[in-house]
């Protein structure tokens, strides 16, 4: 287990760009492979990007696509999701998450979350 604390969420209007943190503590960050997700209100939890644990490989939901970058600093032990070209439909609760990398299970450690809002 880690913790991990995310930041950045805000309000911005349609086409404009957020950047989230998410901060996990620990000396073994470089183990875990980082993940984030986003629920909306009354709808199931989706995968938007996710990173190896040395950063080598990337990942992305076709609905963020061409728009969010996911990327990590192992020696300040964060990972970030840069979000542009932001659409309403991306309002969400944004949560970072981590699983151990080249082992078996899926994601065990998951932060608070983020509220992001895009206006029409």
């Known amino acids: 287990q880690v913790q991990l604390v995310e930041s950045g969420g805000g309000l911005v209007q349609a086409g404009g760009s957020l950047r989230l943190s998410c901060a996990a503590s620990?000396?073994?960050?470089?183990?875990?492979?980082m993940g984030w997700f986003r629920q909306a209100p009354g709808k199931e939890r989706d995968f938007v990007a996710g990173?190896?644990?040395?950063?080598?490989?990337?990942y992305y939901a076709d609905s963020v696509k061409g728009r969010f970058t996911i990327y990590r600093d192992n020696a300040k032990n964060t990972v970030t999701l840069q979000m542009n070209n932001l659409k309403p439909e991306d309002t969400a609760v944004y949560c970072c998450a981590a699983r151990t990398d080249h082992a078996p299970g899926g994601y065990h450690s998951w932060g608070q979350g983020t509220q992001v809002t895009v206006s029409s």
């Open positions: 990173i190896s644990g040395s950063g080598g490989s990337r």
């Open positions: 620990g000396r073994t960050f470089s183990s875990y492979a």
